[in-house]
C-alpha cells in the first residue's frame, strides 16, 4: 500500500473527526475545489479510513471546540468560523425561521415607564 503524504494523513485526520471530503481537503492545505472527492477516490486513502473506528462524539466535539479557539493549529479564521458553525448546529442554538426571517421579542413591559 502507498504511504500517505502529510496532506493526506491531515485529510483523512480532519474526515474521520467528522469534518466533509471538501472542508477536511481544504483544511489540510489543498487548494483546488472539489479536491475531497478525489482524494476519497484513492485507494489507499480509502484503506486508511476503512480501517479507523468512527470517533467519539466526546472526541468530536473537544476537536470542534479546540479548532474553534485556534488551540490545534487552525489559525486561519475561515477554519474557525466553520468549527464553530459546526457546534452551533450541534448544540442547536440557532433557530432558524421558516421565512428566513429574524424574530425580535419584545420584552419590554408595557406601562411600566417613569
Known amino acids: 500500500m502507498k504511504k500517505l503524504s502529510k496532506k493526506e494523513a491531515l485529510f483523512c485526520k480532519y474526515h474521520k473527526d467528522g469534518f ?5 481537503a ?10 475531497g472527492n478525489v482524494l476519497l477516490q484513492r485507494e489507499h486513502i480509502q484503506a486508511v479510513l476503512q480501517k479507523t473506528e468512527v470517533s467519539a462524539d466526546d472526541e468530536i466535539l473537544e476537536f470542534l471546540q479546540k479548532t474553534m479557539r485556534g488551540e490545534n493549529g487552525a489559525e486561519d479564521m475561515k477554519t474557525r468560523m466553520k468549527a464553530a458553525e459546526l457546534l452551533t448546529k450541534q448544540r ?3 433557530i432558524p425561521q421558516e421565512d428566513g ?3 425580535i421579542v419584545d420584552d419590554i413591559g408595557k406601562g411600566e415607564m417613569k
Open 92 to 94: 442547536s442554538v440557532l
Open 20 to 24: 466533509s471530503a471538501e472542508d477536511a
Open 101 to 103: 426571517g429574524v424574530m
Open 26 to 35: 481544504d483544511m489540510a492545505g489543498y487548494q483546488r475545489r472539489g479536491y
